[in-house]
Nanobody
């Protein structure tokens, strides 16, 4: 599957952005999808993920309560709604996916090392 991330930009602290990850070339409903981010000088971190069924979601503590991940399998797209943005959220955001063949209800979608398919990044800059 090919992934295309979009929706990044410049926003003031406290503002909102919605990122989109559009997939093509695969059966999207088979994939669990995650958002990662990498800030300058820092390691890439998994910040949110959604199971292939959409029934399970994960949020890193740093974004919990501010970010919401959803998916629309009919549109082959995963969204990341980001509210109450902070300067510390400034980073390049990447979406990634893997074919999730684990049993229904498993939590492997929360594991960063599972993700094999990557899109290009989209830059989010939050000004103070």
């Amino acid at each position: 599957v090919q992934l295309q991330a979009s929706g990044g930009g410049l926003v003031q602290a406290g503002g909102s952005l919605r990122l989109s990850c559009a997939a093509s070339g695969g059966t999207f409903s088979r994939y669990s999808v995650a958002w990662f981010r990498q800030a300058p000088g820092k390691e890439r971190e998994l910040i949110s993920a959604i199971a292939r069924s959409g029934g399970g979601t994960y949020y890193a503590d740093s974004v919990k309560g501010r970010f919401t991940i959803t998916r629309d399998n009919a549109k082959n797209t995963v969204y990341l709604q980001m509210n109450s943005l902070k300067p510390g959220d400034t980073a390049v955001y990447y979406c990634a996916a893997f074919v999730d063949t684990y049993y229904r209800g498993s939590t492997y979608y929360r594991e960063a090392l599972e993700y094999r398919n990557w899109g290009q990044g989209t830059l989010v800059t939050v000004s103070s």
